[in-house]
């Protein structure tokens, strides 16, 4: 069929799919069509997607994935020390992402556990921890998601680091995530000068125990609550958290000047936190792991619960299929770079904190904080745009999490697999950049997405456990 004759046989709008050769020969015509962006499911999963869609669970299923994701509570109950609180000793480290080993481990994961290794007092130089490690002698790592815990970046914990909890008062879960440290040359991005450890040991020693003192004189901090508000304010909650870190340090500021400790150290505790945009996304993420953990183990729901990458691998996890990672090569992030930096300095995408796209947020809600492209790059038709390509691969828009510039539409929230491989739209992340070389720090940040074949084999995961289908 031609596109004269689709043409002259249609009274109504026109409307194309697909490769542009249409639109063009129509719009060549003086006809303006309706382009809608259609491309065929992803090769080859032709079959595993027929048995999944056919799963007589999987709708009930995601319904149920998206009632538990949307009404888990998150409140900030308590500020305490990680050891005891994960089952972490010195010499355990938990770190972003899905497991891996120290001889696949990416620059900016080595440079956080060489740090981490000298603050716990292993070594005393960071640099002689990579012995260490290669050897393996009297160290573990984990990845946080194992503890029910989150960290940014290289997302290393260790026994002596102190940690926020979050707790959903109905069933009493908990997550957990560590004091966020600001930007630059900080752990987290993979440097360990002594100005990083220095800093460390005064957030444990100082700014935690103030922390712990207002959160328990003040009581539990709604955090979804903030999160609702922040989006109202420029927020997207993973790049941009301004407004999230001073509504809580409204909160908690009459409690911290009150905590029985030295003026001075109140204050650099206040300075510090008030100085740090980026201050509440340790407190986003563990949140939005809460809410994404309560739609676990449900079988036939393809609603993925984790985004996560260390450095080296990209993994995700899936509601349907247990605590099995679908993980693939981490990518590079476009954006935009600090100082002299380039392309070239950065290592592939990083961190736990893909949770927040997970639930939604971040990537996700980037039309509720256009402000958002003078740091990750792009224009602000570009963050419209990305918010709204997400509903194509989402089961649900979120009740409390509106965007105002949508007309207050929800949140896109639930990334379903089948959805996701049958449009080939993949989540979009917006992530900062860390140096490939172990010491840098951060180097920039920008967008990047997950690699597109994590889906297809997940989704095939999902076929072998359908309905009807052999273990």
Not at 100 to 109: D, F, N, T
Not at 362 to 377: C, N, Q
Request: glycine share 10%; net charge negative; with cysteine.
């Amino acid at each position: 069929m031609s596109a004269r004759l689709l043409r002259t046989s249609s009274a109504g709008p026109t409307i194309t799919a697909g490769v542009g050769l249409f639109a063009d020969a129509l719009t060549a015509q003086g006809v303006s069509p309706h382009r809608v962006d259609w491309r065929p499911p992803m090769a080859g999963t032709e079959a595993d997607l027929a048995t999944v869609m056919a799963d007589p669970r999987r709708v009930a299923a995601n319904a149920e994935a998206v009632r538990r994701i949307t009404t888990t509570r998150a409140l900030l109950v308590d500020v305490v020390p990680a050891g005891p609180t994960l089952g972490i000793d010195p010499g355990d480290f938990l770190h972003a992402g899905p497991p891996i080993e120290w001889e696949r481990a990416s620059g900016p994961l080595r440079g956080a556990l060489m740090g981490a290794a000298a603050l716990e007092g292993l070594v005393d130089d960071p640099e002689a921890a990579a012995a260490l490690f290669e050897t393996g002698s009297g160290v573990t790592l984990d990845p946080c998601h194992h503890h029910d815990a989150v960290g940014p970046m290289a997302g290393v914990i260790s026994a002596s680091m102190w940690v926020f909890v979050v707790e959903d008062p109905e069933t009493g879960r908990r997550s957990y995530c560590t004091l966020n440290e600001g930007l630059g040359k900080v752990l987290r991005y993979g440097a360990y000068s002594p100005e990083v450890l220095t800093r460390l040991r005064w957030m444990s020693d100082v700014l935690a125990p103030l922390l712990q003192h207002a959160v328990r004189a003040h009581g539990p901090v709604d955090l979804k609550a903030i999160l609702a508000q922040m989006l109202q304010m420029g927020d997207e909650a993973h790049n941009r958290n301004r407004a999230g870190t001073l509504m809580l340090l409204r909160e908690l500021l009459p409690e911290l000047i009150n905590a029985p400790a030295p003026a001075a150290e109140v204050a650099e505790a206040v300075r510090f936190v008030s100085a740090n945009d980026h201050f509440f996304l340790n407190l986003a993420m563990p949140a939005c792991k809460l809410t994404m953990d309560a739609a676990r183990d449900l079988p036939g729901s393809t609603v993925v619960v984790a985004m996560a990458r260390n450095g080296t691998d990209f993994g995700i996890q899936v509601a349907g299929t247990g605590a099995e990672w679908f993980t693939g090569p981490a990518q590079l992030a476009d954006g935009l770079f600090l100082g002299d930096y380039g392309p070239d300095d950065a290592n592939p995408d990083i961190g736990d904190s893909a949770i927040t796209e997970t639930a939604g947020l971040g990537g996700f809600a980037m039309a509720a904080a256009p402000a958002i492209v003078r740091f990750v790059g792009g224009q602000v038709a570009d963050a419209l745009a990305h918010s709204r390509r997400m509903y194509e691969i989402t089961v649900a828009e979120h009740p409390m999490y509106s965007i105002p510039i949508l007309d207050f539409r929800g949140v896109a929230t639930g990334i379903d697999v089948t959805k996701v491989v049958r449009t080939q739209i993949l989540p979009q992340i917006n992530t900062g950049m860390a140096g490939r070389v172990a010491g840098v720090g951060q180097v920039g940040a920008g967008l990047v997405t997950p690699p597109a074949e994590i889906f297809p084999t997940a989704l095939a995961a999902l076929a072998r456990r359908a309905v009807g289908q052999s273990e």
